[in-house]
């Protein structure tokens, strides 16, 4: 017998290579029904944040504004460029302070959907 007794057949000739099991589908592209409905929820997030902050600033929080100046902050605010030509008005009445808290988890929900459509692609 050859080898070195006790080494638990690793020097006598009895090979412990791993085979790599991988099996063979039918379907080589079985995640595409999950990315289908993935780049789904990705459009409707950044299609209710556009809206959500169309209604919020035309109608809340800057009701000067225009309906193009409410998606132009919104897109600004999405891709995290903010210009500075547009700012929310701030005060210390209680439509300034709540803006400035929507503004603040607005940003923060279009750091997020952002992320997560850069994520998909």
Same mark, same amino acid.
């Not at 999950?34 to 780049?39: A, E, G, K, M, P």
């Given at each position: 017998?050859?080898?070195?007794? =006790?080494?638990g057949?690793?020097?006598?000739?009895?090979?412990?290579?791993?085979?790599?099991?991988? *099996?063979?589908?039918?379907? *080589?592209?079985?995640?595409?029904e999950?990315?289908? &409905?993935?780049?789904y929820?990705?459009?409707? @997030?950044?299609?209710?944040?556009?809206f959500? =902050?169309?209604? @919020?600033?035309?109608?809340?929080?800057e *009701?000067?504004?225009?309906?193009?100046? @409410?998606?132009?902050? &919104?897109?600004?605010?999405?891709?995290?460029?903010?210009?500075?030509?547009?700012?929310? &008005?701030? =005060?210390?009445?209680?439509?300034?302070?709540s =803006?400035?808290?929507?503004?603040?988890?607005?940003n923060?929900?279009?750091?997020?959907?952002?992320? &997560? @459509?850069?994520g998909?692609?």
């Open positions: 017998e050859s080898g070195v007794k =006790g080494d057949g690793i020097f006598n000739g009895k090979s412990k290579q791993k085979r790599w099991n991988i *099996p063979l589908t039918s379907k *080589p592209f079985q995640g595409f999950n990315l289908q &409905s993935t780049i929820y990705c459009t409707l @997030a950044i299609s209710l944040y556009f959500l =902050g169309i209604l @919020a600033f035309l109608f809340w929080l *009701p000067k504004w225009t309906v193009i100046d @409410a998606l132009y902050f &919104s897109m600004t605010t999405l891709t995290t460029v903010g210009y500075g030509d547009l700012v929310v &008005s701030g =005060g210390s009445n209680l439509r300034g302070i =803006g400035k808290a929507f503004v603040s988890f607005f923060i929900y279009a750091v997020c959907i952002s992320v &997560s @459509a850069l998909v692609i």
